[in-house]
């Protein structure tokens, strides 16, 4: 039933997109007031991560200490420039991501990882609870080297500890940034406008050790 939804579309088979950058982007975050499409303050680090839908994904992390602000987007497809009904349609290969810009100063990326592990459940495949499809998939964009390496020694971390818990292999997909693309103004910050909208988030109740590893806690 669900097959085609759940199959990554071949690259030659995939939309057009668009060359053009024309989606508009917010001035102002509609939480906290700053910026979304940058520049950001000196210090700040972007980090990109798909956790099921961006609504809620979103949330968990303007919510978080440190973070200057946050947008809802796409990656890790083949489309260029693509829209949220493209997206839906699965033939752009791009999940639903959240760009989170923190303030290396008051928080760190290792924090940011916690709480991606620990607000969705990672070992889904092409889903996120009753959210299915490829646009829905567990992913870590690294922008860095350095964050590659730790997402994914995170990810190791995690699985030691899901694996304990009865849980099966972690499927987030962890590789660098090719792309972000901002999704529709209606999208940004929206249940901050919507605050009763859906939102699918719920994590398996695991603690991700990253950051106390080294204490044996």
């Known amino acids: 039933m669900f097959g085609k939804k759940t199959q990554m579309v ?6 057009p997109g668009r060359t053009d950058r024309s989606m508009r982007v917010p001035d102002t975050h509609f939480v906290n007031g700053n910026t979304i499409a ?8 972007v980090a990109v991560f798909g956790m099921g839908c961006f609504w809620g994904a979103e ?9 200057f602000t946050s947008a809802a987007g796409y990656a890790g497809g083949y489309t ?8 839906c349609s699965g033939q752009t290969g791009h999940t639903e991501v959240v760009l989170v810009v923190f303030d290396t100063a008051k928080t760190t990326y290792e924090a940011m990882l916690k709480v ?7 070992t889904q495949g092409m889903r996120q609870g009753n959210d299915i499809g490829t646009q ?9 080297p350095a964050q590659l390496e730790t997402a994914i020694s995170s990810k ?6 899901l694996t304990a818990k009865g ?3 972690i499927t987030t997909e962890i590789g660098p940034i090719d792309a972000f693309y901002f999704a529709e103004p209606y999208h940004q910050q929206y249940l901050g406008k919507n605050p009763n909208g859906y939102c699918g988030m719920g994590g398996t109740g695991v603690s991700c050790p990253i950051g106390v590893a080294s204490t044996g806690t």
Do not use: I
């Open 10 to 15: 071949d690259p030659a088979d995939a939309l």
């Open 116 to 122: 991606f592990w620990e607000n969705h459940d990672p």
């Open 167 to 169: 849980y099966g292999a």
């Open 59 to 67: 949330r968990k992390f303007w919510q978080a200490d440190g973070v």
């Open 136 to 144: 829905y998939r567990s992913a870590v964009y690294a922008t860095s």
């Open 38 to 45: 940058g520049p950001w303050p000196e210090g700040c680090e």
């Open 156 to 161: 190791d971390m995690f699985q030691e500890r």
């Open 80 to 87: 260029p420039n693509p829209t949220y009904e493209e997206v």
